[in-house]
């Protein structure tokens, strides 16, 4: 499974339908600060059911609109598509090509599709769930988060890494059975 492709239009600073083409593998992302980097990655997130606005490095939700510039009037909608190739068939649908994508307006609630279809955020999360990929997994690692790897304590840096290693759910469990 892989990214392939990323389309936004109105998200943050993206005004104009831009279109990303990603390759199986390394891609690098360069460009000046503030050029839009750091928002690609909160398209990602946000396509892939993030809820809080906050990781998002917004306070509102309609934040993640295109909400204007010298040359550009604020625009009332935003709209991410991200395309995954599941021709390994690491996410249990009967598809090569999987399409999530998530749209917003300054009035409303998120709206979410899967291939194209509305469907709720659940439908999302529960495809998303134990591959790695989503608002829980660590596939995305943020500017401000690896500082809190590198500088965290014992405790919370072995947390993480459980997370990561998805054997957190069995601690858990082992907990629960404790306190019976
Ligand atoms: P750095 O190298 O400093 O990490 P970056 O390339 O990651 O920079 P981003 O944080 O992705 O930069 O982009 C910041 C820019 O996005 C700012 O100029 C900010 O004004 C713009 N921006 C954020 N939200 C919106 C919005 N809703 N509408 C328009 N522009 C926005
Ligand atoms: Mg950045």
């Not at 997130?45 to 917004?58: A, N, P």
């Not at 939700?61 to 395309?83: C, P, Q, R, T």
């Not at 194209?116 to 596939?139: T, W």
Request: overall charge positive; proline content about 2%.
């Amino acid at each position: 499974m892989y990214l392939k492709r990323l389309d936004i239009k109105g998200f943050k600073s993206f005004a104009d339908n831009t279109e990303l083409q990603l390759n199986p593998g390394l891609n690098i992302v360069v460009g000046p600060n503030g050029c839009g980097k750091s928002n690609i990655v909160d398209a990602i997130r946000w396509v892939l059911g993030e809820t809080s606005i906050r990781q998002l490095r917004g306070q509102k939700n309609e934040d993640v609109i295109f909400n204007g510039s010298d040359k550009k009037k604020a625009l009332g909608m935003a709209f991410v598509e991200l395309v995954i190739d599941n021709s390994d068939h690491s996410l249990p649908l009967d598809f090569s090509e999987i399409t999530l994508g998530r749209k917003v307006h300054r009035s409303g609630e998120s709206e979410f599709y899967l291939n194209k279809s509305r469907v709720r955020l659940k439908d999302i999360s529960d495809l998303l769930s134990g591959s790695g990929v989503g608002k829980k997994g660590y596939a995305i690692i943020s500017q401000g988060e690896l500082e809190e790897v590198l500088n965290g304590q014992a405790l919370d840096r072995r947390l993480m890494l459980e997370e990561a290693a998805g054997v957190i759910k069995y601690r858990q469990q082992r907990d629960e059975v404790k306190k019976r």
